[in-house]
């Protein structure tokens, strides 16, 4: 998946992109810990700090804004 060029770099982290790039492929929390290789908890830390960074409130809302 390609995310939208549109975000300034500077909007997510990194990590939050990688998050961010699971999430809209449908991964569930659990399995973007596993595939990261952290906790659960910082999976949903890291989520809530992309919705608000790109003001969405859902998954389906970040889903449209990274898709373009």
Known sequence: MKI???????KLSP????????IVEGTSTNSIAQI???????????KKSIFTKLAVDSEVALYKVLKG
Request: glycine share 0%; proline share 8%.
């Open 36 to 46: 990261l290789a952290i906790k659960p908890n910082t999976v949903s830390t890291i």
């Open 4 to 10: 939208a060029t549109t975000i300034p770099d500077k």
């Open 15 to 22: 990590r939050e992109r990688e998050v961010a790039f699971h």
